[in-house]
């Protein structure tokens, strides 16, 4: 089983045709990869245009968890690789935020594991959001709540 | 004791880049240590429920702190992905 997390900056490179090419001649055994990738949203409530987002992170943590949450989900769906790479930094609309690719015997196991990885990330894993919008400043707390930024 | 308190989001507006809150016994649950917070810092005016790690760890309001100095992360719920 092979994991792979990082942290990694907005001018780290991610070279998503190597992944593909090196994680298909892993394993023999396996028939699918799912790979996932998150991108920052233009427009949020609506008509709100987002010029930046800004993410920080408990970076040591993070790293933690995030291995924690790869070698879990390995063991659970019998996957062969499981990579979470997610950035952080200040990224605009359209760019990478996030890469989840898992290496699996069939694609009901590639699919689950994929999404329940990304929900972890999601819940667990201390990273946070702040949007730079045409409306001001808004840390996005949880997945729903926005509050303003005082200034 | 003293504890580092790194803030994350919504409460490094308010905290700064970091706060050492310092206490004369030798632990501490992480409650008294929000409540010294709240007083100094208003936090809960930010209407964001914190959540606090320690050693990796997200711990509760009865958690126990010990130690000369213990760092704390105070974050608000988390928006990766």
């Not at chain 2, 964001?48 to 050693?55: A, E, S």
Request: glycine share 6%; net charge negative; charged share 30%.
């Amino acid at each position: 089983m092979l994991i792979d997390v990082r942290i990694l900056d907005r001018n780290e490179q991610l070279d998503l045709n190597s992944l593909i090419s090196i994680m298909s001649r892993l394993d023999e055994r396996c028939g699918a990869i799912t790979l996932f990738i998150g991108l920052v949203k233009g427009l949020v409530e609506g008509d709100k245009r987002v010029q930046e987002l800004e993410y920080t992170v408990v970076k040591d943590v993070a790293l933690k968890i995030m291995e924690k949450i790869a070698r879990e989900e390995a063991e659970k769906y019998k996957l062969s690789h499981v990579i979470i790479w997610h950035r952080v930094g200040l990224l605009k609309p359209g760019e990478v935020t996030i890469v989840i690719a898992v290496l699996a015997e069939n694609r009901k196991s590639s699919f689950a594991a994929a999404e329940e990885i990304l929900e972890r990330v999601k819940n667990e894993v201390p990273i946070f959001k702040l949007e730079k919008r045409s409306d001001g400043e808004y840390w996005v707390i949880g997945s729903e709540l926005r509050v303003k930024r005082e200034k | 004791m003293r504890v580092l308190v790194k803030p994350y989001s919504v409460f490094r507006d308010r905290l700064g880049d970091e706060v050492i809150l310092e206490f004369n016994e030798n632990k501490v649950m992480v409650r008294d240590i929000l409540l010294r917070l709240r007083v100094l810092y208003d936090i809960n005016s930010t209407g964001v429920k914190p959540i606090v790690i320690v050693g990796n760890e997200i711990v509760s309001e009865d958690y126990i702190v010990e130690g000369d100095l213990v760092v704390l992360y105070l974050v608000p719920p988390f928006s990766g992905g």
